[in-house]
């Protein structure tokens, strides 16, 4: 036999050997798919394979050995909506957070606003045996460290407390938080100078972490507020992520340009900053917020005791309302309830209304005082009707803005809590995109996709692409719509077909399906 002869043999048997082998077997393929990739480029046409729950192949393929095939039927598949600003410590209670994954919201980053758990490797390893939906990440927050070591006083911590609080965002780092939070305008955050902050950024950071803020102030202080956090971020040599950027004194409306030219300006000169919003003209937070922080030092029991001082009560009702004609606004009728125990007749309705029913009056005097009784019976979760249509759409546009709901898990009925929570990213898609066309659907996508996971290394997510998590959302960008109002909250989101988490189908597009495929995810200074 010639060489040449052997050679040809040998071919033959090899591609033989080749033709002969099945093709690969995929556990899901989506087809009749038009793909939103996360980058931010127009869709295209393709179809997805999903292998152990990774995406192992995108575009033009044979689907044929598939265990399960979802037609997409020429709809939008996106990856899974990245959340960056949940708050939900509370989820393992709830594990299916169902209004989160039927808007979309395949992954939570938790601890936001300087309120987290403290023991962050329990908190990530609950996975084991408490399974979830979604896939959840946390930071490791400022006002909650800085509660366990200092309690709330409102002082500077010694030289020992600052080692302390160190030591434990370290150790947080290290347990797989993605970065730090502060609320620095709630108790205790809003006690804290730069400094201090600046020292427990700088013990994150060395762990590759974010600093994400809820600024100082979103009113009148809010352009000093945001030049704070970004020094903070500059000295201790890390990115900044500013919480549910806004602004909230009416006062101040219009004025978008100045506060996002403090961000454009900082990151011209290399600082990576970028914000997160929801889009609605209404915020969500504490009732207690509407008292003077040093009023309510050293919690509850503290505060009630200094409403029950003439001198300080009086100082605290010229406060409020030195703050309320500061910001513009005529009264507290912008002010509705959102959740409260001791009354929940009150929910819904707005101070105004509440003062005229219990006191027969609404003038200022009369709406603070009922403010400063519901505080007194343990306070209530808020509403906060401030903001600005034209603010909300010019944030919006900027392409280092994030979608993000600042929601916790919905208790499906309960309370009448901001409609954002069932309704933030179908709302952009739907009102923002299709309707009023502020942005595209690729930029949309990217905002909720490929720029969270990039903030906060999730390094897997936020992109179809091979290789990376199969965290998938179907949608028909023509009826992707919210559905929840202020008035009627508890309404899922409309227009989504599948939700897919690591490559299992949670949300069929009618009913949850049961499955709890969710990980922790950590970050880049986890030790494993």
Known sequence: ????????????????????????????????????????NPWFR????????????????????????????????????????????DIFGNPTAENFIRMG????????????????????????????TVNLATLIAHGSVRSKVMGLDDRAPTPDEQQKMNLMVEQGMKEGAVGLSTGLIYVPGTFAKTE???????????YGGTYASHIRSEGNGVADAIKEAINIGEQANMPVEISHFK????ALWGQTPMTLGLVKAARERGVTVTVDQYAYTASSTSLDVRLPSWSIAGGRQEGIKRLADPESRKKIIAEMKENLKKSKFKDYSNSYVASYRANPEFNGKNIAEITQMVKGKKKIDSQIEQILDMYEKGGAGMVYRVMSEDDVQNIMRQPFT???????????GSGV???????????????????????????????????????????????????????????????????????????????????????????????MTGKMPGQALFGSGFSR
């Open 1 to 40: 036999m010639t060489k040449l002869s052997f050679l040809i043999i040998v071919s033959i048997l090899f591609l033989t050997v080749n033709f002969a082998q099945p093709p690969e077997t995929f556990d899901l393929v989506i087809i009749n798919a038009r793909i939103v990739d996360g980058t931010g």
């Open 46 to 89: 393709g179809s997805i394979a999903v292998k152990d729950g990774k995406i192992v192949k995108v575009g033009q393929f044979d689907p044929a050995n598939a265990k399960q095939t979802i037609d997409a039927q020429n709809k939008i598949v996106a990856p899974g909506f990245i959340d960056v600003h949940a708050h939900t410590e």
């Open 105 to 132: 919201v395949t992954s939570l980053i938790t601890g936001n606003c300087g309120g987290s758990v403290t023991d962050v490797g329990e908190f990530l390893g609950r996975y084991k045996e408490k399974p979830l």
């Open 196 to 206: 201090e902050v600046v020292e427990l950024a700088k013990a994150a950071s060395k």
């Open 247 to 250: 602004i909230s004194s009416k």
């Open 402 to 412: 994030m979608i993000a709901a600042d929601s916790g898990v919905r208790q499906f």
């Open 417 to 511: 809590p901001h409609p954002r929570g069932y309704g933030n990213n179908a709302r952009v898609l739907g009102r923002y995109v299709r309707e009023l066309k502020i942005i595209s659907l690729a930029d949309a996508v990217r905002k909720m996709t490929s720029l969270p996971a990039q903030t906060f290394g999730l390094r897997d997510r936020g992109q179809i692409r091979e290789g990376s998590a199969a965290d998938l959302v179907i949608f028909d960008e023509n009826t992707v719509a919210d559905k929840a109002t202020f008035e009627a909250p508890h309404q899922y989101a409309a227009g989504f077909s599948s939700v897919i988490v690591n490559g299992e189908i949670v949300f069929d597009g009618e009913k």
